[in-house]
């Protein structure tokens, strides 16, 4: 039974498809868990948005639906911890209120912004970590001022999602390197902003929220939001926090130099720790500043992660996701006849194209559910072994990963995964719970100053899912037909 007197530490996570709220104990136990599901609105093709005024109200929701759960524990936090998706566009004018729906990391309507911004600024991907991409927040902008330049005129704050809602929080404009990294603003080496960067978008320092360190506190509680919450009188810390990949590395103890993961949630991630800066913009990898002071990642970024599952149970008829995968596993006999392209929201690392979309190649009479779910599966895993290999052009070799994320519950994904990749992959305990977990972790460092590695240690090993070697070299002759197909398809998807 936990001491209704010790602290605890409540973890928000500002995701696509969800907002999700952990609250964790001192010896780093969830005691209660909600989750408020999002809808993304496309009024157009290549766009995604979603209000921020969701954000908050999903995590009203979901706070409130801890709060019953553990009312005790509750009550005893004594810190606050923000995750979110990252590079969304959140503009606001001078009472604090949102100019238009968020622009999000999916929304692909920005590639000649790209353009614009390379040549504006030579050595943009060594500053910035990257090359300009679509998804990333910089040429959103330049798109706003082009295409609706009265609006553009009228924004007091660029903000991202998850401190939106430490705005509603606290009252306070502050992000962290992690989450600002993914803006193309930030100068990553200095872990500052970038006059040339906000320069070229027309903006300046004034505009753009506080820097804080992901492990620092960044405000208090607002008086009015302690007292809904039940903390009236008490200074409720809220850190730094983290864009979501670098929470989920916080998560899971992925601190040091070398430290490697898969992140399968709506979208997915191989993201290694680095005890430096080490951009590598020509391999499309991000170099970007971790949460953690002194501390970078490389990371290869996908758009389409285990929201493919869903689209394929949806697409077949199984609203039972559960059942259709155990169905789909009793029925594996080796790699499919059938390739799936995952770029349902066009793909970042390794093609950075927009245009790209998902293809179901090879159907036949006799092609049931199960062959579609199964080659799904296969299709992320061959899109991580691509996203993989971009890293070790990037002198990053990944000899070994943990996975977090919703994906990360199907052991049979995993065995794919890591006999697809050729490498051992782990799972830790509670390692779906992502991002909010890192986000409560980050609360608990902010309030009480202990040292990250006390902290961030990596949970027990729920299992370790060595590559089947035979499975590998089938997937081997696989992967070139994969590559082949979207190089066939290329210039289709422009057209």
Not at 419 to 425: D, E, F, N, Y
Request: charged content about 20%.
């Amino acid at each position: 039974m936990p001491d209704p007197r010790a602290p605890a530490w409540l973890g928000i996570d500002i995701g696509t498809s969800a907002v999700k709220v952990v609250l964790v104990d001192g010896a780093q136990a969830p005691l209660a868990t909600a989750t408020v599901p999002l809808s993304t609105s496309r009024p157009r093709p290549l766009w995604s948005e979603q209000h921020p005024d969701i954000w908050w109200r999903a995590t009203l929701d979901a706070v409130a639906e801890v709060r019953r759960a553990a009312p005790d524990a509750f009550a005893a936090v004594a810190g606050i911890g923000l995750s979110g998706q990252m590079h969304g566009a959140v503009l606001l004018d001078g009472d604090d209120r949102p100019l238009r729906p968020a622009i999000l990391w999916n929304d692909g309507r920005a590639s000649a912004e790209c353009a614009e911004l390379e040549a504006l600024v030579p050595g943009l991907g060594r500053i910035a970590g990257i090359t300009a991409m679509p998804g990333l927040t910089a040429p959103k902008l330049l798109w706003v001022r082009r295409h609706e330049p009265e609006l553009f005129r009228r924004i007091r704050r660029v903000m991202l999602p998850k401190d939106y809602v430490r705005l509603k929080l606290t009252g306070e404009a502050v992000t962290d390197p992690s989450d600002a990294a993914g803006s193309l603003l930030l100068d990553e080496a200095a872990r500052a902003w970038s006059p040339a960067l906000l320069a070229a978008c027309g903006l300046d320092a004034g505009r753009m929220p506080r820097l804080a360190e992901g492990t620092e506190p960044a405000g208090t509680l607002s008086p009015a939001v302690a007292r809904e919450w039940g903390f009236a009188g008490r200074e409720i810390p809220v850190a730094g926090g983290a864009g979501d990949a670098a929470a989920g590395a916080v998560g899971i103890g992925a601190i040091a130099d070398g430290d490697a993961f898969v992140s399968l949630g709506t979208s997915a991630q191989v993201f290694v720790t680095t005890g430096a800066y080490r951009p590598a913009p020509e391999t499309l990898i991000h170099g970007f500043a971790h949460t953690l002071p002194g501390t970078w990642f490389q990371m290869a970024a996908l758009l389409n992660g285990a929201s493919t599952v869903e689209w394929a149970a949806r697409l077949v008829g199984s609203p039972d996701i559960g059942e259709l995968l155990a169905r789909t596993e009793a029925g594996f006999r080796g790699p499919g006849r059938l390739l799936f392209l995952p770029y349902l929201a066009g793909e970042r690392t390794p093609h950075d194209d927009p245009h790209a979309r998902g293809v179901l190649f090879g159907l036949a009479p006799d092609t049931q559910p199960t062959d579609v779910m199964q080659a799904v599966l296969e299709g992320v895993a061959l899109s991580l072994r691509e996203a993989r290999d971009c890293l070790e052009a990037a002198g990053t070799p990944v000899g070994r990963a943990a996975i977090i994320g919703g994906g990360a519950r199907s052991a049979f994904w995993t065995r794919i995964i890591a006999s697809a990749l050729g490498i051992p992959v782990i799972r830790y305990a509670g390692s779906e719970a992502g991002p909010a977990f890192g986000a409560a972790r980050l609360a608990r460092i902010a309030a009480t100053g202990e040292a990250v590695a006390d902290v961030c240690v990596k949970p027990p090993v729920l299992d370790v899912t060595e590559p089947d070697p035979a499975l590998h070299a089938a997937y081997g002759d696989g992967f070139v037909r994969f590559r082949r197909l979207y190089r066939a398809l290329r210039e289709e998807f422009r057209a």
